[in-house]
């Protein structure tokens, strides 16, 4: 049975940090490209950070590089997100997804995928 499970979402302080996780069991996880995405009230959810399987290729979208840092762990099919410094546009539920690669686009990434997770909310006061 394909399951995420997303965690370590919570409410924080601009400026803050905070250090998400996605754990995928019935996925053949290191075979994949995974990516984070985010989706705030009344938007499309947007692709941020994505890793290819080996951790060697790498993408951010521009409003969070220097911010956040995506990793992998394939030995436990977790993928992370660690997010420093964050401000109250980070404000949304945040998603992982899994693509075949290679990374093209966002428009493209992760958009055939269906198995998605509950999200974990990530809040930022001002």
């Known amino acids: 049975q394909v399951q995420l499970v997303e965690s370590g979402g919570g409410l924080v302080q601009a400026g803050g940090s905070l250090r998400l996780s996605c754990t995928a069991s019935?996925?053949?996880?290191?075979?994949?490209?995974w990516g984070w995405f985010r989706q705030a009230p009344g938007k499309e959810r947007e692709g941020i950070a994505c890793?290819?399987?080996?951790?060697?290729?790498?993408f951010y979208v521009d409003s969070v590089k220097g911010r956040f840092t995506i990793s992998r762990d394939n030995a436990k099919n977790t993928l992370y997100l660690q997010m420093n410094n964050l401000k109250p546009e980070d404000t949304a539920k945040y998603y992982c997804a899994a693509d075949t690669g290679p990374f093209t686009d966002w428009s493209t990434f992760a958009s055939d995928f269906s198995d998605w997770g509950q999200g974990t909310q990530v809040t930022v006061s001002s």
């Open positions: 019935g996925f053949d996880f290191v075979n994949y490209m």
């Open positions: 890793i290819s399987w080996t951790g060697g290729s790498i």
